[in-house]
DNA sequence: TCGTATTAATGAAACGATTCAAACAATCCA
DNA sequence: TGGATTGTTTGAATCGTTTCATTAATACGA
């Protein structure tokens, strides 16, 4: 028995000595209520313990007041961060907010998306993995719109909100040149993601701008693990062609560099420089602390959210639009070559 | 305009040609429906593109499939970590699973709790904030019950899994003793938070029993800004009344520390040796790995899912139970004198 | 005083599934 | 052949809200 004392709208209407209706109104539209059975109602609804049932409100109203976010990594902060911000604006909006994890992993993508589609939610944050772009029409034929995040959507279908990856691999880049980095490499991997393939992208412009050659480590993810190891493949090269300042594609990948330079007895940044991207907090907390590419986190998540709620409440006027953020270069001591 | 061209189990009826008793068993007792309508009803289903209507469901059930998390902070990925671990197996009941952040605010706490009743979750997973303890009970008279995470449910009135803080405060304490500390400190708090205080009573014990001093500096909560702030008030010490081990009340405070201590020329370990407890995928990445206690963290959620499911599905011989998992030392380099 | 706005309150009809008692069909046995 | 048994299928009732067309009450101006 499920169900133990819930009271319902009707009771509350009955002690109250009001309608059913009077006591939804009292709930939605307080004001277009006499003071007078107001306080009645509300006095009842204390008395009684009343709670209002989720359910039958979404059904009566056809949609759930949710939001859905679909991550690709929970456990990396950054995407955190990003929920965070999304979460906020739920939060003011009156929407619950339910996060899900793809963990990169396309079977798990979809299931969510079902779960999505069956919960009715009003629409959908989401870092996309697989090929999912289509199924997202398709849904918001349905009524359910989405907005991509840390993505740019290329078609003009959805809106977006990403950082320009390019420009800020072009800045990581720069920047090494600029602390007297000679032979530079990027670490990262894999290049079907469009974010590692954008930051590469922009490292290589500045390379060949300055005329110099950009060596490649290419690594299956984004992990730390991967960064230790290709730390200690770098370490083995010999000295006069070991690079000497290297961009890892995300700030995990760095830390695991740092930690192999640091146990194999190369300093950073004397011999080595390090810059790492997203600016997590633990970058900032290392030891030797990150220079990275810090992109508003949070932020994202707060313009994402806006953007759908944008097309959910004026879904008729609502212009999707790509908003990119340009990201920013923090120094730190990893890359400080006094 | 919300409900496009959502197609109902009444749609797929009278396209499949049956009733919609048998659509609804097809979809929740298959094995009771005839081949050959079962196949006409997958078809209809098919063909109109049809999605169960979750609230629907609910509603006529008195219960919605979901669990509620509510964890003190989604940035510390402890907590994602038993997040992870919960998540899977109430994925594995089919339940859906919302994930909130009170964030240390007891008044986030007591909203997200409303909007768990008024979902109607079936179940509630919580690391308690502030003095909520009542309430769980008059929810769980209610029909929604909950199981304490990280936190020893003192009444027998709560399932409840937790780690033994206090022998993994002992544990640390007499790690640093046993690699030669004489002047051992305790960094953390607030005391009011029972995981703290049983960790500081746990390295106690280890100093009165080897009859040293333990320094203590408390701090207002357990973040990384913390630890760095009394690192720099630990390194302007005399070196002859410095402490020369300290055991952080968590992960972050100790990474804090570590970044302060090799920013002002400590050498850790040879000066001071440092044991931080979480175990995080941060701590061994830092570059000086950490030693810390490590906590079962994904097993801890699991746990915490299965008691809270093993108390929806029956109700009535469900035993409250303590799970206490005995935490791990796991020493690295920040504490290793050779 | 009467008609007309204006404002408040009512309650029956949805929303879309699940449930369950009853009807029906098929099979078996005496 | 009829009755009992087993297995399918049916469809009306139900869950707890919101919605909205009506009705009731009140105030206002002519």
């Given amino acids: ?72 990594d929970v456990r990396n902060p950054f995407f955190t961060d990003v929920a965070l911000g999304a979460e906020d604006v739920a939060d003011a909006h009156k929407h619950s907010f339910i996060l899900a994890n793809s963990a990169e992993n396309s079977v798990r993508e979809q299931s969510y998306l079902d779960l999505f589609e069956q919960q009715r939610v009003q629409g959908i944050l989401i870092t996309p993995l697989g090929d999912v772009i289509e199924r997202l029409e398709v849904m918001r034929s349905r009524g359910i719109p989405s907005v991509l995040v840390d993505r740019l959507a290329s078609t003009g279908h959805f809106c977006s909100v990403s950082v320009d990856d390019t420009a800020g691999g072009r800045a990581a880049m720069e920047h090494l040149l600029s602390v007297g980095s000679t032979r530079p490499a990027f670490v990262g991997g894999p290049f079907t993601l469009q974010q590692v393939d954008d930051r590469y992208h922009g490292a290589l412009a500045a390379t060949e701008a ?64 390090i810059v790492g991207f997203d600016d997590i907090d633990f970058a900032s907390q290392s030891s030797i602390p990150l220079t990275s590419i ?41 890359s400080q070559r006094s």
């Fill in 1 to 72: 028995m499920p169900n133990n004392l819930g009271a319902k709208l009707k009771d509350v209407a009955v002690l109250a000595q009001v309608s059913v209706g009077t006591v939804s109104n009292v709930l939605n539209k307080p004001e277009q209520v006499s003071t007078d059975k107001r306080n009645r109602v509300l006095a009842a609804i204390d008395q009684l313990g009343f709670v209002r049932n989720e359910s039958a409100r979404s059904l009566r109203s056809g949609s759930s007041r949710s939001l859905g976010m679909l991550v690709l």
């Fill in 210 to 273: 300055a005329g110099v050659r950009l060596q490649l480590f290419e690594t299956p993810n984004l992990k730390f693990e991967r960064g230790r190891h290709i730390g200690d493949v770098i370490n083995d090269l010999r000295p006069d062609t070991r690079p000497d300042g290297v961009f890892a594609a995300n700030d995990q990948l760095a830390l695991g560099l740092l930690q192999s330079f640091t146990e194999n007895g190369l300093r950073v940044p004397e011999d080595i420089a």
């Fill in 294 to 334: 810090r992109q508003p986190r949070q932020l994202i998540g707060e313009r994402a959210a806006e953007l759908l709620f944008d097309e959910i409440d004026n879904e008729l006027e609502h212009e999707h639009q790509q908003v990119v953020f340009m990201p920013e270069l923090v120094v730190r001591r990893s």
